[in-house]
């Protein structure tokens, strides 16, 4: 039987191998090419888009309605008889240029959520307090270099 963790290992496994493609490709009418300058909703619209190829792309869906109908959770697997809810988040640390981020752990990490944006623990909260009566998950992907991709 499929457990939780293999399919949130498939779907980082899915989303590493299509997000380096992604990123040499997405243009933005401000920033040089690349995912990072899209709002999270738009960068998992062109992550999905890449994904056409991939048998797995058939079980997720995207934007799906929290069961109080007041948010959306980014994704959900349906797998093996599991239906698992994620939160996923690119977690970008560098700007365009090559410099870090400064501020970028503290927009990824606080527990404070903003009007319009949130972090990785927020949405970890707000799924976890979402009613879903699964399991839930998280997912957190960055790139780099040397390695593409990690999943917690």
Known sequence: MTEPSEILIRLADEFAAVIPEVDATAKHGRWKSGIGPFEEENQIELIFEALEDSPFRDRIET????????????????????????????????????????????????????????SLLTDTKKLFESGFESKVAYSGCTMSRSTRSTTG
Do not use: H, M, W
Not at 94 to 110: E, Q
């Open 63 to 118: 934007e799906v309605t929290y069961l109080d109908g007041e948010q959306r959770c980014d994704l959900v697997v349906d797998c093996d008889g599991i239906r698992l809810p994620v939160e996923a988040k690119l977690l970008r640390f560098r700007y365009d240029n090559g410099n870090i981020d400064p501020n970028s752990f503290a927009r990824i990490f606080t527990p404070f959520p903003e009007r319009n944006s949130s």
